[in-house]
T-cell receptor
Framework: GAGVSQSPSNKVTEKGKDVELRCDPISGHTALYWYRQSLGQGLEFLIYFQGNSAPDKSGLPSDRFSAERTGGSVSTLTIQRTQQEDSAVYLC????????????FGPGTRLTVT | QKEVEQDPGPLSVPEGAIVSLNCTYSNSAFQYFMWYRQYSRKGPELLMYTYSSGNKEDGRFTAQVDKSSKYISLFIRDSQPSDSATYLCAMSKVGTYKYIFGTGTRLKVLA
């Protein structure tokens, strides 16, 4: 079946511009995560959605970052006024409600801020 | 001190070797342990998960958890060049959806 998909796969933007990253989770997966992966760093948790519950935004690094999930499916991560330190790979993952058996990741969006 | 420590490597081995990849952790509340494989420019792929202590085997892969030592391992038997990737460990507590990831170990299997 179809896995997690993300778009775009690569995004180059100028400092100060806004970007939107999209994630389409596996059908039937109620949990959705966004992570950031920088070179030599582990996966940094950003935000978590579970069904219709309020999202856990505790990992968002600043108020320039926001995310939404429409209809319990597709999610969009928005970064406003991008900075060079935002350059990273942004990964989306989904899982069943019981997440402890693991998550399924998309291919990621490589963001470069020039 | 990070909650999860993982040697970044790179670890280079000849084809056919047994590979041992390891993570240590500091939080005794972790009960679920996972291993992911990540090829270059791809997302992590779930390889194995285990609950609490013990071993789990799947083909050429064996995951081992030693909670008394706060140490987990992934063994790869008969390693192949296609196993060349970065291996990430991850762990979580009961009743939480948050995972803590290691930084990953880069493995190179030489033909």
């Amino acid at each position: 079946g179809a896995g997690v998909s993300q778009s775009p796969s690569n995004k180059v933007t100028e400092k100060g511009k806004d970007v939107e990253l999209r994630c389409d989770p596996i059908s039937g997966h109620t949990a959705l995560y966004w992570y950031r992966q920088s070179l030599g760093q582990g996966l940094e948790f950003l935000i978590y959605f579970q069904g219709n519950s309020a999202p856990d935004k505790s990992g968002l690094p600043s108020d320039r970052f926001s995310a939404e999930r429409t209809g319990g499916s597709v999610s969009t991560l928005t970064i406003q006024r991008t900075q060079q330190e935002d350059s990273a790979v942004y990964l989306c993952a989904s899982s069943l409600y019981l997440p402890n058996i693991g998550q399924y990741f998309g291919p990621g969006t490589r963001l470069t801020v020039t | 001190q990070k909650e999860v420590e993982q040697d970044p490597g790179p670890l280079s081995v000849p084809e056919g070797a047994i590979v041992s990849l390891n993570c240590t952790y500091s939080n005794s509340a972790f009960q679920y342990f996972m291993w992911y494989r990540q090829y270059s420019r791809k997302g992590p792929e779930l390889l194995m998960y285990t609950y609490s202590s013990g071993n789990k085997e799947d083909g050429r892969f064996t995951a081992q958890v030693d909670k008394s030592s706060k140490y987990i391992s992934l063994f790869i038997r008969d390693s192949q060049p296609s196993d060349s990737a970065t291996y990430l460990c991850a762990m979580s507590k009961v009743g939480t959806y948050k995972y803590i990831f290691g930084t990953g170990t880069r493995l190179k299997v030489l033909a």
